[in-house]
């Protein structure tokens, strides 16, 4: 696995990924994305000087996740949750950016766990 940052080529995959159902209601927004929304989000990230938006690849993108300050955001590629995924992207993610805060809704434990497991610091998301 690696990680790359992420382009503007990806709006497409980001945008099908956010929108997700399941991604969806693991997120603290659960709210649908509108696509001017996200590629006005998009841009804005990044033309930022470090985005800290990255694209998980395994032979094809698998993930994505996004670094803010001392904050880890991260989304496992619907069609491939349950691989073991999220704890490869997110240990490569402390390896190269050292442990970071997951916020994580108490009703995913898979994503508790993988965040544990690679070594970032989990923070409840309290509804």
Do not use: C
Not at 16 to 35: C, K, Y
Not at 64 to 71: A, F, G, S
Not at 114 to 127: Q, T
């Amino acid at each position: 696995m690696k990680l790359r940052n992420a382009t503007s080529d990806d709006a497409q995959i980001l945008f099908d990924w956010r929108n997700d159902g399941l991604t969806r209601a693991m997120s603290v927004s659960s709210e649908p994305v509108e696509w001017s929304g996200h590629i006005r989000w998009l841009t804005s990230r990044l033309s930022r000087d470090n985005p800290g938006l990255y694209i998980a690849e395994i032979d094809e993108p698998v993930g994505t996740v996004r670094i803010d300050d001392e904050e880890i955001s991260y989304t496992v590629a619907p069609n491939h949750r349950g691989k073991g995924i999220a704890r490869q992207m997110l240990t490569l993610a402390r390896e190269e950016f050292g442990p970071k805060i997951a916020k994580v809704k108490p009703e995913n434990p898979a994503s508790i766990a993988a965040a544990s497991r690679a070594g970032h610091i989990v923070e409840l998301i309290l509804s």
